[in-house]
T-cell receptor, first 115, second 111 residues
Framework: DGGITQSPKYLFRKEGQNVTLSCEQN?????MYWYRQDPGQGLRLIYY???????QKGDIAEGYSVSREKKESFPLTVTSAQKNPTAFYLC??????????????FGQGTRLTVV | GEDVEQSLFLSVREGDSSVINCTYT??????LYWYKQEPGAGLQLLTY?????DMKQDQRLTVLLNKKDKHLSLRIADTQTGDSAIYFC???????????FGGGTRLMVKP
């Protein structure tokens, strides 16, 4: 079955550490996205990529980095520069170019906690 | 950029209808979506509507789109306790292939 997989489900980070969240899709989608969700808040876009080897900053890119070396994979690194990284992170993908309904498929999320 | 707004919270009794509202700012938005998020999980697409439509019905779900007012609503008929979740409105713009999400509406269904 096609889908989008995030790992790990839970991640704990010490102060000053970089951590990388994995996102893999086998839907053959060109576009992939990373969102951050804080309790009681909506989704805020961190980074997105519409094609391999290209990505763009979203609304809250500071303290994060991404790469898109393969179509299937869009890992997110939370660096030590991100001052408040504790949140729920969601990865999504969409087909590109646009189809009839450009549904976004979401992973199950990674909950990151700073300890 | 696009702004998408939703009310934070809605409480209904089981069996009643729920109406979740959403407003957006970009009149060139093409597809508009409703997603559901259950606790600790990702988002699942419930339904969508294309911008040249006024209404779409899918079983218990009815989506109404007022393009003039840039207002989207989701009506859930005969709301059940299993419908308790956060509902997100999302708007897609062709130009940037971007999805912009509202802040989500938490629906609580009381038995």
């Amino acid at each position: 079955d096609g889908g989008i997989t995030q790992s790990p489900k839970y991640l704990f980070r010490k102060e000053g550490q970089n951590v990388t969240l994995s996102c893999e899709q086998n839907l053959n989608h060109d576009a992939m996205y990373w969102y951050r969700q804080d309790p009681g808040q909506g989704l805020r876009l961190i980074y997105y990529s519409q094609i391999v080897n290209d990505f763009q900053k979203g609304d809250i890119a500071e303290g994060y980095s991404v790469s898109r070396e393969k179509k299937e994979s869009f890992p997110l690194t939370v660096t030590s520069a991100q001052k408040n990284p504790t949140a729920f992170y969601l990865c999504a993908s969409t087909r590109n170019p646009l189809g009839r309904a450009n549904e976004a498929f979401f992973g199950q999320g990674t909950r990151l906690t700073v300890v | 950029g696009e702004d998408v707004e939703q009310s934070l919270f809605l409480s209904v009794r089981e069996g009643d209808s729920s109406v979740i509202n959403c407003t957006y700012t970009d009149s060139s938005s093409t597809y508009l979506y409703w997603y559901k998020q259950e606790p600790g999980a990702g988002l699942q697409l419930l339904t969508y509507i294309f911008s040249n439509m006024d209404m779409k019905q899918d079983q218990r779900l009815t989506v109404l789109l007022n393009k003039k007012d840039k207002h989207l609503s989701l009506r859930i008929a005969d709301t059940q306790t299993g419908d308790s979740a956060i509902y997100f409105c999302a708007v897609h713009n062709n130009a940037g292939n971007m999805l912009t999400f509202g802040g989500g509406t938490r629906l609580m269904v009381k038995p």
